[in-house]
């Protein structure tokens, strides 16, 4: 593992790869940049701006600028400020919002090139990945601690250690910084408010990977071996351990590939029940007919999302938006106001969230079937079962960026956000990385 951190920087990406990193990346600071004006985002940036620290990074949507290990922590928090951000379902987190601050961050600092930012970005994805997976957690209920935060940590901690320059022993070091770190108990579902939660899947792993990086960096040593012997990472962290899932593949299987981007800015769950929704209403549904709606859900999944009260995590609430609006966007899967909307309730009413083992085995993961009853004696099913923007049916580029100009056109104007898409695009051309944050501000 260690080995691999060192040699990530001047790693040549296959092209498919660096395009899906790149695709990733995008994704990811649309939403820091649209989540810092979120509820979270805008918590965790008043909080920094009183810290005060050495300009070395941006805090993405804002004119701040601060330590890296500040910056990791407010953009983590942002891009995890609601449910725009990507995940990795084998897993079990959300790289994004932890990789890509903690790679953005150091990069500054350091005043990296677009390369070798773009590579700290998939060996997060890939260091990330692997250390959850090697836990062997057997469900979302049976894990001791949050994988959503083990994950995040441990990606971040890879990116930002690959742009340090470090040598083995180094890496080794940071590893060990990182482990002792390694925090999160999986009670995140009880925040309503999506606030802790944003710190839980992103803000405290950046911001903990990029601190065990940077005190190395200063001359911190630190233990060789934690991930062996008596007592390691996987001894006080695993359900059913296995070490050989931390470097099978490594360096040839690149874990991005597996990684998911939301075609909708809602809960991961819900994805499935959205796609369904929109192909209902492709085959004619008639809202105004509906007389009843079966939401069969995996069963490991609905109590996440089943009758929540913030609206993007809200099953029946973004379900019955996207069929009377024939369609969801960031901003109406958002509006609050909606939950209290009488035709919305109406609809509401005549929902059943049915939970079903057969599509928690199913696989691919994460499938829906939503079966609608016509008051004119019709029947309308869909069962969803690759979702768009999963490894199986990716989003392209060109619905990634038409994503990410949605969220953060209304905040950097039309001008700015292109030209930002443009030079994620081209990042291998940018010689310092800084240049990406100065395009984002107009300069």
């Known amino acids: 593992m260690a080995d691999y951190i060192t040699s990530v920087a001047g790693q040549d990406l296959p092209g ?43 805090v993405w949507g804002t004119d ?26 084998e897993g079990r987190f959300h790289p994004g919002c932890a990789v890509v601050p903690a790679a953005l961050a150091v990069g500054e600092a350091r005043a990296a090139s677009g390369e070798a930012v773009l590579n700290a970005v998939a060996a997060g994805y890939d260091i990330g990945a692997r250390f959850s997976m090697a836990l062997g957690v057997s469900g979302p209920r049976t894990a001791t601690h949050s994988t959503h935060s083990l994950g995040a940590l441990f990606g971040a901690s890879a990116a930002a250690s690959s742009l340090m320059g470090f040598d083995k022993q180094k890496a080794a070091s940071a590893l060990s910084y990182t482990v002792q770190q390694a925090s999160g108990i999986p009670y995140w579902e009880r925040d309503g408010e999506h606030v802790e939660k944003a710190f839980d899947f992103g803000g405290m792993g950046a911001r903990n990977g990029v601190a065990a990086a940077v005190m190395v960096g200063a001359g911190l040593t630190g233990v060789q071996d934690p991930l062996e012997g008596k007592l390691n990472y996987l001894s006080a962290f695993a359900e059913n351990p296995d070490a050989d899932v931390l470097t099978a593949g490594l360096g040839t299987r690149f874990e991005i ?82 939950m209290c909307d009488p035709a919305v309730l109406a609809l509401r009413e005549k929902m059943t969230a049915i ?35 999963t490894p199986g049916n990716p989003m392209s580029p060109e619905d990634v960026q038409a994503k990410a100009l949605e969220l953060i056109s209304p905040i950097l104007g ?30």
């Open 257 to 338: 590939m597996k990684a998911s981007i939301k075609k909708w800015c809602v809960g991961s769950p819900i994805q499935a029940a959205l796609d369904a929704a929109m192909a209902l209403l492709d085959q004619g549904l008639d809202v105004a007919d509906i007389e009843k709606i079966d939401l069969i859900m995996p069963d490991d999944r609905l109590t996440i999302v089943d009758n929540r009260d913030m609206p993007d995590v809200c099953l029946q609430h973004v379900v019955a938006i996207t069929l009377i609006d024939g369609g969801a966007s960031f901003e109406t899967s958002h509006d609050k106001a909606r």
């Open 64 to 89: 701040i600028r601060t330590t890296a290990i500040n910056a990791a922590l407010t953009n983590g928090i942002s891009g995890h400020a609601d449910e725009t951000d990507d995940s990795h379902l």
């Open 16 to 58: 498919e790869v660096a395009t899906k990193t790149k695709c990733h990346l995008l994704d990811t600071l649309a939403a820091v940049i649209s989540g810092a004006h979120l509820k979270a985002g805008r918590l965790a940036t008043g909080f920094i701006a009183t810290q005060g620290g050495t300009p070395e990074a941006t």
């Open 414 to 443: 039309s001008k700015v956000s292109n030209a930002l898409a443009d030079a994620v695009w081209s990042l291998e051309e940018i010689e310092d990385i800084n240049a990406l944050a100065a395009i984002a501000k107009g300069e």
């Open 355 to 389: 939970p079903s083992h057969e599509l928690t085995i199913a696989r691919p993961a994460r499938q829906a079937i939503l079966e609608i009853g016509t008051k004119s004696g019709a029947t309308f099913r869909h069962h969803t079962k690759v979702v768009y923007g």
